[in-house]
């Protein structure tokens, strides 16, 4: 069995910092891309960042500058820093990763609450 679990998430003030963390456990071979969604109260859930196994990085217009993916290999985990956070970017963060185990399938964690509030 995979499991996603992430961590970091809280409360920050506009302007301020918060840094994600998603860990990949389990009878895991590999890890294509894996990648950070958020999804705010009433709204659907929206892509944040993602990053393939090689390091190549996507990022949603609304955090590019702000926000930075990153990733460990070898560790099966991943991170994302982000910065300048504004109040639009209230929501719960959802770690998701594209998993290698008994066969290859998409993999959610369980999200982590950030509030951007004064």
């Known amino acids: 069995q995979v499991q996603l679990v992430e961590s970091g998430g809280g409360l920050v003030q506009p302007g301020g910092s918060l840094r994600l963390s998603c860990a990949a456990s389990?009878?895991?071979?590999?890890?294509?891309?894996m990648g950070w969604y958020r999804q705010a109260p009433g709204k659907q859930r929206e892509l944040v960042a993602t990053?393939?196994?090689?390091?190549?990085?996507n990022y949603a217009d609304s955090v590019k500058g702000r926000f930075t993916i990153s990733r460990d290999n070898a560790k099966n985990t991943m991170v994302l820093q982000m910065n300048s956070l504004k109040l639009e970017d209230t929501g719960v963060y959802f770690c998701?990763?594209?998993?290698?185990?008994?066969?290859?399938?998409?993999?959610w964690g369980q999200g982590t609450q950030v509030t951007v509030s004064s």
């Open positions: 998701h990763a594209d998993v290698f185990a008994i066969g290859f399938r998409a993999y």
């Open positions: 990053i393939t196994s090689g390091g190549n990085t």
């Open positions: 389990g009878r895991i071979f590999s890890i294509n891309t």
